[in-house]
């Protein structure tokens, strides 16, 4: 993960209230009809998972993705300064992660598909212990603050969140790309609905 | 965590076998009856409430000296309690997480109770990613061996770990009390 700069200045604390009291769409990370058919390592991956008894409705996140979250439709969330969209396609989403909510070690599949992506992952809070961020290789996220921007070492890297402390995670997400590399899933995931 | 050195031949034939071929202890994170008996501890109970772990089925796994298919392992384990000198008690207790399961943020309720405690942790399993133990604030444990052995700095440390991985995740955990 490289570090690329803070805009604390950026985040809303609307918007952090406005995450930390609703919902979001129930995104579970195990999506066989995104995640597989064209990736031979997605799918050895999620077979590994499912046999060791991961079940859908277990490991979810609670995500606010862009024109789609109805929690988050009426807030006007513009992009982080420090991430350079000019010229590029890009969409962004918040994940929350309530105590207790883990993902396991996986890869985002858009950025697969997105031959042109860059992923960046970006602090609304600063640090909390048991606030865990890992990547490929041993990478951990340790004493970021809140508006800390990263990018990852490339677009689909291996890497999971989990939550071990006592108050909610939230993160921004966002993948840019150039035009003409759209990516349309197939199906959008939401046990809310 | 202060790498002591690596003991693998030590650790007992067979011992890592029979933790994944048995299920041990299923051992709740939310355990109310066990989080009592010290105000630290029952306030850190109402914080684990607080945040929802009560809510969730989320486990890890013990076996101890009292584990049926412990006992053959019993004797070849005697070695671990020659790590301290002149202690009152000690004991052991493996734990082994499964793909998913987890302890939340927590110090130990035996180390608080305890004016003085020495904890050490034996890995069992090499470190893969998505094996997790934090602890110390902002320390994460990795590129660990199978047998490498660590003495705790502070036994009241808030530490949290889980397993993310789809292979198990094993430790031997000794306390002794001073």
Not at chain 1, 118 to 146: C, S, T
Not at chain 2, 92 to 120: A, C, L, T
Not at chain 2, 123 to 140: A, E, P, R, S, W
């Amino acid at each position: 993960m490289k570090y690329i700069g803070n805009c604390k200045e950026w985040i809303k604390q609307e918007w952090l209230d406005r995450i930390l009291s609703t919902t979001g769409d129930i995104c579970p990370i195990h999506q066989p009809e995104n995640q597989i058919g064209d990736h031979k390592k997605q799918i050895e991956l999620y077979k590994n998972f499912v046999t060791a008894g991961w079940q859908e409705k277990d490991f979810v996140v609670n995500m606010y993705t862009q024109g789609i979250s109805k929690d988050i439709l009426d807030l006007d969330i513009t992009i982080p300064p420090l991430i350079p969209v000019e010229g590029k396609n890009y969409h962004w989403w918040f994940v929350k992660m309530n105590p207790g909510q883990v993902t396991h070690w996986h890869f985002d599949p858009h950025t697969v598909k997105h031959t042109t992506a860059v992923r960046y992952w970006m602090a609304i809070q600063d640090y909390e212990p048991g606030h865990v961020f890992i990547w490929e290789n041993g990478g951990f996220l340790d004493d970021y603050k809140a508006g800390d921007i990263y990018s990852f070492d490339f677009a689909d890297l291996y890497h999971s969140v989990l939550n071990l402390s006592m108050i909610p995670k939230v993160s921004f997400q966002m993948t840019v790309h150039e035009f003409g590399d759209e990516v349309i899933k197939p199906k959008f995931y939401n046990l809310n609905s | 965590m202060n790498y002591i050195g690596n003991f693998q031949e030590k650790i007992p034939a067979g011992l890592v076998d029979c933790i994944l071929k048995n299920q041990g202890i299923k051992t709740p994170v939310y355990q109310p009856e066990k989080w009592v008996g010290h105000e630290k501890i029952e306030s850190a109970l109402q914080k684990v409430e607080q945040a929802g772990y009560d809510k969730l089925d989320r486990n890890f796994y013990q076996f101890t000296e009292d584990t049926p298919c412990m006992q053959p392992f019993i004797g070849d384990l005697q070695w671990v309690y020659e790590f301290v000198d002149n202690y009152k008690q000690c004991h052991w207790w493996i734990v082994k997480y499964n793909s998913g399961d987890m302890q939340p943020m927590h110090i130990d309720p035996h180390v608080i109770k305890e004016p003085k405690v020495i904890r050490f942790t034996l890995m069992l399993t090499d470190y893969i990613d998505g094996h997790v133990f934090v602890y110390n604030n902002n320390k994460f444990l990795k590129d660990y061996k199978a047998g490498d052995l660590f003495r705790w700095g502070d036994s009241n440390n808030y530490h949290g770990a889980t397993n993310v991985s789809h292979i198990p995740r094993i430790s031997l955990q000794v306390s002794f009390i001073l």
